[in-house]
C-alpha cells in the first residue's frame, strides 16, 4: 500500500507537534505526523498528563520507550572491558518529552544562543531567537520585552507564600551565603534564586501537543496525526529522500522531516547510509552520503541529588501540588566554564506515597557541560537498538563542577536554617523513590506506610532506616575527605537530565561536524530531508531542553515554510 502527502514528520515530540500546527496552517499542504506512542485528544488526556505533579506520568511504562540502553560514564574503547550498559529511558507518546517530564520552562541564557551562532548556526544568536521565545509562550506572571502574552505554551510559577518549610528554608540558606532572589529566571540572567518557572497553567501540565495540536489545529483536512505507528527505515532515491516505511507500508511525499530526538534521528540517518563513511562500512551499511557528524556531539546535562528526611510541620502539604517550587542557578568560577554554569533544584517530595512524602532533595546539574559523546549504530545488527554512550564527565571541568555541586548541597544541609527542618543526608540517585513503588494503589501506600511511621521515631532509628533503605552504604563524610572516594560516590550516583541533543547539530555545509543547515535543518547533501529536533543544536543550552526545543521547531518551521524544498 502507497499513500502520499506533501510533507512526513517524523516524531511526535515537541517539535513534531509545532511543526504539524505550523506546516498545515495555510491549508496548502498535506501533513502526516507520526508517532510510534499513544494520542490524546484535547481534552481527554490522562488525569496523570494532566497533573501539575509530574511524577505519575513520568513513570509510567505507557508513555515510555524502555528499549535503549545506554552508557553514562565513560567507556573504554576496548569492548572486552565495557560494563553492560544501564536502561535509558525516552517518551513515547504525543507530546513526548513534555507530556511527561517535571514540566520546568527553562530558556536558557542568552550566551547559550550567542554560541550557536559563533560556533556556525548562523541567525541563532539571542536576539534572533528571543521572538521565538515570546512567540511560544503566554507567561503568567512576567509581561514586558522579553515575555510573550498569547502563545501556546501557559508559563507560571509557584511563589514563594506557597513554599512549603522545606524549600523557605533552602532560599534562607542561600540568601545566608548572599544570593539574592532574581524572580525571573527568564529574563534576568544574573546568578540568584527564584521561583522555578513551569510549563502549567498552575491547574494542568501544559504540553506540545496541548498547545499546538488543540481541537481547531486537529481539524483541519490537510492535517493527518497516526499515533502507535513506527517508522522503520526511510524511503530514499539516490541523494533524495521520498518517503517513510511503516511495516510493510510505504509512504511518499515530497518532504521528510525527522523529528525522533536526538537518539533516534541520527540512527535513521545512519541506517539509510547517511553518516560517517568508515562507521557505516563497520556496521555493513552501504555508504550514500558520507556525513561524519550524523552521531557525534551527543549533550546531555550530568546530574547528581542529596537527600534528607523532613520535619513534620515543613514537608509539602496537599497545596501547592508541584513538588518543585524553587532553584538555584550559580557560577562555578572553574576556568573555561562562563557564567551561569551551575543549577539546583528544591524537590520537597520525592513521591507519592508517605515515604516519598518524608523525603526531600536538593538536585544539581551542570548546566554548561563539555563532556559529549556519540550514538553508533551496532554493528553486530544495525536494525537493532544503537550503541548510545554518554561520556558524562569525561571533561575534567566536568567532574570538578559535580564534586563542586557536592560540597555545595552539604553545605546548603549543614546550615542553621536547614538544620531546623531536616535531618540525615544522603547521597541519592534522582527518581529512585519514585520509581521504588511506583504504581499509585492502596497496596503501595500500605507496604510504605510501615517504614514512614518508623522514621518519626528516635533519631538513631531513623538513621539506621536512611542508611540501611536509603543511603546505597555511601558516606558522605568519607567522600568530602577523600578525594577518590568523592569521585567513586559522583560516578555511582550521576545521572542524565534526560535531555540528549546535539547529534545532528546546524552548522555550515563545509563544517565537517555539521549536519543540517541552520536555516530549515536541511541535511546537508541530501534533498527533501530535514531534521527539527533537540538534535540540531550546536550544544545543549543551560535550560531544561523542551522550551529551546520548541523554540527551535518555531523558528525553523518559518524556514520550512520559506523554503521551495
Request: glycine share 10%.
Amino acid at each position: 500500500m502507497t499513500a502520499a502527502y506533501d510533507q512526513i514528520i517524523v516524531g511526535g515530540g515537541p517539535a513534531g507537534c509545532v511543526l504539524a500546527h505550523r506546516l498545515s496552517a495555510s491549508g496548502a499542504s498535506r501533513v502526516l505526523l507520526i508517532e510510534a506512542g499513544p494520542d490524546f485528544q484535547p481534552g481527554l488526556e490522562p488525569e496523570e498528563i494532566r497533573d501539575v505533579y509530574p511524577y505519575r506520568a513520568a513513570f509510567n511504562p505507557g508513555y515510555q520507550r524502555r528499549d535503549l540502553n545506554a552508557w553514562l560514564m565513560p567507556v573504554s574503547h576496548d569492548e572486552s572491558r565495557r560494563p553492560p550498559p544501564k536502561p535509558y529511558i525516552q517518551p513515547c507518546v504525543v507530546g513526548g518529552g513534555s507530556s511527561m517530564n517535571g514540566e520546568i520552562g527553562n530558556r536558557g541564557l542568552p550566551a547559550d544562543y550567542d554560541e550557536w551562532d559563533a560556533v556556525g548556526a548562523e541567525g541563532w544568536d539571542w536576539q534572533c531567537v528571543l521572538p521565538y521565545f515570546r512567540k511560544l509562550e503566554t507567561d503568567m506572571d512576567y509581561q514586558g520585552p522579553l515575555h510573550g502574552d498569547a502563545g501556546p505554551i501557559s508559563v507560571s510559577r509557584v511563589m514563594p507564600e506557597e513554599w512549603p518549610g522545606f524549600t523557605r528554608a533552602t532560599m534562607r540558606a542561600l540568601q545566608v551565603e548572599g544570593y539574592r532572589n532574581i524572580g525571573d529566571q527568564n529574563a534576568v540572567f544574573e546568578d540568584g534564586w527564584f521561583p522555578m518557572s513551569l510549563t502549567t497553567d498552575r491547574r494542568a501540565r501544559s504540553s506540545a501537543a496541548m498547545g499546538y495540536l488543540d481541537v481547531e489545529t486537529r481539524r483541519r483536512p490537510n492535517l493527518t496525526i497516526r499515533s502507535g505507528a513506527r517508522v522503520s527505515h526511510l524511503l530514499m532515491e539516490d541523494r533524495r529522500a521520498i518517503g517513510v516505511q511503516i511495516g510493510q507500508e510505504r509512504i511518499l511525499a515530497r518532504r521528510i522531516i525527522l523529528s525522533a530526538g536526538a537518539l533516534e534521528s541520527p540512527v535513521m540517518l545512519m541506517r539509510a547510509g547517511i553518516g560517517d563513511a568508515d562507521h557505516l562500512k563497520l556496521a555493513g551499511v552501504e555508504v550514500l552520503h558520507h556525513l561524519p557528524g550524523v552521531g557525534r556531539n551527543l549533550n546531555e546535562h550530568p546530574s547528581i541529588a542529596m537527600s534528607s528526611w523532613i520535619r513534620r510541620g515543613s514537608r509539602l502539604g496537599k497545596t501547592p501540588r508541584r513538588h518543585v517550587q524553587a532553584a538555584w542557578r550559580y557560577s562555578s568560577e572553574i576556568e573555561g566554564c562562563g557564567h551561569g554554569d551551575m543549577f539546583m533544584v528544591v524537590v520537597s517530595k520525592s513521591a507519592w506515597h508517605p515515604i516519598g512524602r518524608r523525603i526531600g532533595s536538593l538536585f544539581s546539574w551542570i548546566n554548561k557541560p563539555y563532556s559529549t559523546g556519540w550514538v553508533k549504530l551496532n554493528p553486530a545488527d544495525p536494525a537493532t537498538r544503537p550503541e548510545i554512550a554518554f561520556q558524562m564527565l569525561s571533561d575534567s571541568r566536568d567532574m570538578a563542577r559535580m564534586k563542586l555541586a557536592v560540597r555545595r548541597m552539604w553545605s546548603l544541609y549543614a546550615s542553621a536554617e536547614m538544620g531546623k527542618v531536616c535531618s540525615d543526608p544522603f547521597a541519592a540517585t534522582h527518581g529512585a523513590m519514585a520509581r521504588l513503588v511506583g504504581g499509585v494503589n492502596l497496596r503501595n501506600w500500605l507496604v510504605t506506610l510501615g517504614p514512614a511511621l518508623l522514621t518519626e521515631g528516635p533519631a538513631p532509628l531513623r538513621k539506621v532506616l536512611i542508611d540501611r533503605l536509603f543511603a546505597s552504604g555511601d558516606d558522605i563524610l568519607t567522600a568530602l575527605r577523600d578525594d577518590e572516594a568523592m569521585e567513586a560516590m559522583i560516578r555511582k550516583h550521576t545521572i542524565g537530565g534526560y535531555h540528549p541533543s546535539g547529534t545532528c547539530r546546524m552548522g555550515r555545509a563545509d563544517d565537517a561536524g555539521a549536519v543540517v543547515s541552520a536555516q530549515d535543518g536541511a541535511v546537508h547533501g541530501i534533498e527533501g530531508l530535514h531534521v527539527v529536533d533537540a538534535s540540531v543544536m550546536p550544544c545543549v543550552p543551560r535550560a531544561n531542553t523542551n522550551l529551546p526545543t520548541i523554540m527551535l521547531a518555531e523558528k525553523l518551521a518559518d524556514g520550512l515554510i520559506c523554503s521551495r524544498t
